[in-house]
């Protein structure tokens, strides 16, 4: 007993790490990996591999929550941009549904990490790597930071988001699909950044993104895992996903907040000092 209470406490915690991380720009796999190296949870790898992306529905399900307005494309009331005036085309919302179509362009760069998923994970998935990312895009946000600090942002809102900036900012998802410590928040807020979009959009876009692969990486991992779990691991796994998302309403709504006075140069730092302290605390032990 006390040791499925100590487990428990495990689960407790990554689910905090989880939902952390998965929205600061600073690498929710990469944290989860260095974590599991320190605590680890008593489970198979197989099971662990599982984990540490399906409890990332519990912080998919934040940002429906907290942005269910924004992006539920149906329904009368408070429709802006209706698809028709009357009719069934009254409760369409046209320019949510241009925002999904959008969000699902950005999506196509990600289906080559998932065609190559193992692969990657066996080549990739190491505090070696990890922390490299962790310092290379910190040294991004900087450098960007610095670059648009007396530029006007081109792009004020989503909306403005055309389909071709929507698949370049895809391509640098896809970069943090390959190497963990990149981080998918991460990499997609410096290419938004990067080619003029304002922090707020590129915030939210990113946010609305991780929907559709946040949950089909979920899926991929579940059907891969068999869906054959015991009682306890699938405790574990429900822990885990209740945690990231009461983590993940705080952590949002922080954000979103922040960045309307601040920019995202702390996050570099922090991923910068991140990033050395793991290559020396590692290449120790």
């Not at 487990?7 to 915690?13: Q, R």
């Not at 979103?256 to 302290?277: C, E, S």
Request: aromatic share 16%.
């Amino acid at each position: 007993m006390e040791l499925n209470f100590i487990e428990i406490l495990k689960s407790v915690l990554f689910g905090i790490v989880e939902g952390i991380t998965e929205w600061l720009p600073i690498s929710s796999t990469g944290h989860l990996i260095l974590l599991n190296e320190v605590v680890k949870l008593d489970a198979s790898e197989e099971f662990f591999s599982m984990f540490e992306v399906v409890i990332q529905l519990g912080a998919i399900l934040a940002v429906v929550a907290l942005f269910w307005k924004q992006i539920f494309p149906f329904g009368k009331k408070e429709n802006a941009n209706p698809l028709a005036k009357q009719g069934i085309g009254a409760y369409i919302k046209k320019d949510i549904f241009q925002l999904w179509f959008k969000i699902a362009v950005a999506c196509v760069p990600a289906l080559i990490a998932v065609k190559f998923n193992d692969e990657l994970e066996e080549l990739f998935y190491n505090y070696q790597t990890v922390a490299a990312a962790l310092i290379v895009f910190g040294v991004a946000f900087i450098w960007i930071e610095n670059r648009n600090k007396k530029k006007v942002p081109r792009v004020e809102n989503l909306m403005e988001i055309t389909y071709q900036l929507a698949f370049i900012i895809g391509v640098f998802q896809l970069v943090a699909a390959v190497f963990p410590g990149t981080s998918r928040s991460g990499a997609t807020i410096v290419g938004a950044l990067l080619f003029g979009v304002s922090r707020t959009a590129a915030a939210e876009f990113t946010f609305f993104l991780a929907i559709p692969v946040m949950f089909g990486a979920s899926l991929l991992k579940l059907v891969k895992f068999g869906l054959t779990f015991t009682t306890w691991e699938l405790l574990i796994l429900l822990i885990g996903m209740a945690t990231a998302y009461l983590v993940s309403v705080f952590v949002i709504r922080f954000l979103m907040a922040y960045i309307k006075k601040h920019d995202f140069k702390v996050f570099g730092w922090y991923r910068i000092i991140l990033g050395i302290t793991v290559f020396l605390v590692f290449s120790v032990m």
